[in-house]
């Protein structure tokens, strides 16, 4: 396979115009389109890197891997994508297989460390959705089945005895996915 870079203007996106292939499944949300855009303006060697992955189609080329990039590529106004061509002799068994697992998120993120260790706003303008977490107290009274007095609120929220101790409380974090949870410093 070839790495080249091709004229937007002859990238066509999966339509199904392949006999034997379906159209994209994919679609992105208004807001995830405009991080995907931002960060193409921001970063545009992720480009070179993620190039799109196209098939030779009646003098064109039909996006198999990347219709969200080039979408986003369109109206930014780039005149060029860098590809990946695949061989015309390509089965459409595999051109299909690739469609849909160019997009298969086989790895998770490590939420505790991505709260922990990375500033959340950096990330979540990245594309990182982490506000889909349930925030709860460590010291939550449902969990512990005890009453909640005055100076465990306190304790908590890093005050002994009326003064700060620097300690900031944590927040367990429960995944929407997977229904882990866990804890983070606040």
């Known amino acids: 396979m070839k790495s080249t870079s091709l004229p937007l203007a002859k990238i066509k996106g999966n339509s199904g115009q392949i006999k034997g292939l379906p159209r994209n499944p994919r679609f992105i949300k208004d807001d995830r389109y405009q991080k995907l855009k931002q960060s193409i303006i921001d970063l545009p060697e992720m480009l070179d890197l993620r ?47 690739i469609t849909i697992k160019d ?51 306190e304790k908590a929220q890093g005050k002994i005895d009326g003064g700060f101790t620097g300690v900031k409380p944590k927040i367990e974090v429960t995944c929407p996915e997977c229904g882990n949870s866990f804890y983070i410093n606040q």
């Open 103 to 153: 997009n298969i998120n086989y790895g998770e993120h490590d939420f505790e460390a991505l709260l922990n260790e990375w500033d959340k706003d950096i990330i979540t303008d990245w594309g990182v959705e982490v506000d889909g977490f349930a925030f709860q107290p460590s010291f939550s009274p449902e969990k512990s089945g005890k009453e909640i007095t005055q100076a465990d609120m």
């Open 51 to 97: 190039e799109l992955i196209v098939f030779p189609h009646k003098g064109e080329f039909v996006v198999i891997g990347g219709n969200m990039r080039l979408m986003a590529l369109k109206e930014l106004e780039h005149k060029t994508a860098p590809c990946k061509v695949l061989p015309e002799t390509t089965p459409v068994d595999v051109l299909k297989a």
